[in-house]
């Protein structure tokens, strides 16, 4: 599925964004935040290409001026999710590079796969986390109209061999819909 904003395209990933996916992902500011290292060299951007970021409904955010991947947003549903969630709720998580931070790119595709997540897949809430500390992660879920739900303690962040803080927020359709409009 493709996904379009104004400013972006959502797509799948290929293999062919793995040299794009290294340049913004070994940068240190990036993945510690949202749970994982960086980047080492271009075989492991393709490996995680392969084994995480070609799941359903995970999408390379596109810039359409360049049609050069910066970022990344995902929709887990049900099972898949890292919280524990019902068969029709989801949980979205994203991440940018750094020389798009500030831009307003991720709420913008965040806004996009939420309408997708309760106009087409008919799912009834979304939740969404950041780990403490990470305001950038909180303003894109505010600027998107989630609202805080609970804080989490010591959760295990495996890749780098720590436990964390994390805060939820979650948005139900109900709310979207009063949002929208409808």
Not at 65 to 73: A, C, F, L, Q
Request: proline residues 5%; glycine residues 8%.
């Amino acid at each position: 599925m493709i996904l379009e904003t104004e400013r972006l395209i959502l797509r799948p990933w290929t293999e062919d964004d793995a040299e794009p996916l290294y340049e913004y992902a070994k940068d240190p500011r990036v993945g510690p935040s949202a749970g994982w290292l960086p980047h080492v060299d271009v075989d492991e951007s393709r490996q995680v290409i392969r084994d995480i970021l070609t799941s359903e409904e995970t999408y390379a955010v596109v810039l359409k001026s360049t049609g050069e991947p910066v970022g990344s947003i995902g929709l887990m549903i049900g099972n898949r999710a890292n919280l524990e969630i019902s068969a029709n709720e989801g949980e979205i998580g994203y991440w940018i590079a750094v020389p798009y931070w500030g831009q307003g790119l991720i709420p913008e595709g965040v806004r996009e796969v939420i309408r997708h997540a309760f106009a087409d897949l008919g799912l009834s809430r979304l939740w969404c986390g950041y780990f403490d500390g990470n305001k950038q992660s909180r303003r894109v879920q505010e600027k998107c109209g989630f609202l805080y739900h609970h804080t989490i303690n010591d959760v295990p962040v495996p890749l780098l061999r720590e436990v964390r803080i994390e805060h939820v927020s979650s948005m139900s359709k109900a709310q979207w819909d009063k949002s929208a409009g409808k």
